[in-house]
């Protein structure tokens, strides 16, 4: 029988979903590694903002500690990272440059970065800008688990030195995603954190139609939206949406919209965590295009694509419920085939397993900047 992971994951957070994306990712995909059996310690930076809104303090499927620095990180877990089957560092850890040089150090029997912004990294890594990542770090892990997938990954071979690119989608839980049985009250939501890039998007395929449809009623989830922005009387905001509430938010919306990131658009292959939370919650969802999404969710039969306001508008008042269902219903049967935290977990162990562990040989230089 093969024996359990033991593994670290040092990442941005997972006791907060406040403003990020990256706790409900890390939750689903550390509950599948423990219903797979595998050992999983989390180490999170202690930082106010995070503390300030935790919503998983203590976590059932797995460890989490905090650490104050990176010399407290060394000195504290050092034998931990030393002799774990494998350490895992997501991106935007604070310091994360320093901290991917001391755990390098240690030598780990296998190193490996995880990448849910890979978009975002590669675009400020080709602008010179490093504030989580060094370019010439990429060299030093086993594996660059990336976010997106698609020509993504050969970039990340061929022009930055990976020395394997592998796709670690997002994933969801099925069993804290999935549908209410509620009536629906909205007839369009949104739950995402205010961006820049998005914001054109958003007023295009929600604030733009609530203009249009004054008679129907909008939602819009999520924190730090500018208070300048003109929203229409019959789109309720709400600022913020812990996880436990998600699936009820889902399942009282008639539709919901999924707008993504500019980079996140021109490197394709990037589905969010919040397309597959609201496809499992069974709620049909419009989404903005881009390349890759037809093929998991192909357009017509288990999303709805969107380029402009007509489109949504379209779909709000002309679409017959029972095709509305169906479009649904198909939609949560692929996320729950394909891409739930444990199917996901179990991809991810099989690729670990497959890197050679490094226990003795000193490891590869990175390449110059």
């Not at 997501?90 to 320093?98: D, L």
């Not at 919306?253 to 969010?272: H, K, Y």
């Amino acid at each position: 029988m093969t024996r359990p992971l033991d593994i670290v994951v040092l990442g941005l957070s997972l006791s907060s979903s406040w403003g990020n994306g990256h706790a409900t990712t890390f939750r689903a995909l550390l509950r599948g590694l423990a219903a797979e059996g595998h050992s999983v310690l989390f180490l999170e930076r202690d930082v106010p903002w995070y503390a300030a809104h935790r919503d998983l303090a203590d976590p059932d499927f797995c460890t989490l500690d905090f650490y104050d620095d990176v010399p407290t990180l060394i000195g504290r877990y050092r034998e931990r990272l030393a002799r774990a089957d494998a350490v895992i560092i997501g991106s935007y850890v604070p310091e994360g440059i320093a901290v991917i040089e001391a755990v390098a150090a240690l030598r780990p029997k296998r190193l490996a970065f995880y990448d849910i912004d890979t978009p975002v990294t590669l675009a400020r890594l080709e602008r010179g800008e490093e504030e989580y990542l060094a370019r010439r770090q990429i060299p030093l892990f086993d594996a660059y688990f990336s976010f997106s997938g698609g020509a993504v990954l050969t970039r990340l071979e061929r022009d930055f030195h990976a020395r394997k690119a592998l796709a670690l989608y997002c994933a969801v839980d099925p069993d804290r995603y999935g549908p209410t049985g509620e009536a629906p009250i909205y007839d369009l939501g949104y739950l995402g954190t205010y961006s820049p890039d998005r914001q054109p998007t958003l007023e295009r395929l929600l604030i733009e139609p609530a203009r249009r449809l004054p008679q129907l009623r909008f939602v819009v989830a999520g924190p730090q939206y500018p208070a300048e922005i003109d929203w229409p009387a019959n789109v309720e905001r709400i600022e913020h949406l812990p996880p436990a509430d998600h699936a009820r938010f889902y399942g009282r919306q008639r539709f919901t919209l999924n707008v993504t990131r500019a980079d996140m658009i021109a490197a394709g292959w990037s589905p969010s965590v919040r397309l597959f939370e609201a496809a499992a919650c069974g709620t049909p969802i419009i989404s903005d295009r881009w390349q890759g999404l037809d093929a998991l969710l192909p357009d017509g039969e288990a999303l709805l694509i969107a380029d402009d306001t007509d489109a949504v508008v379209a779909a709000l008042t002309g679409l017959e419920e029972s095709r509305r269902q169906a479009i649904a219903q198909a939609a949560r049967a692929r996320v729950l085939a394909d891409h739930t935290g444990q199917a996901r977990a179990r991809g991810l162990v099989a690729d670990l397993r497959a890197l050679a562990p490094r226990t003795a040989a000193p490891r590869q230089d990175p390449i110059p900047a």
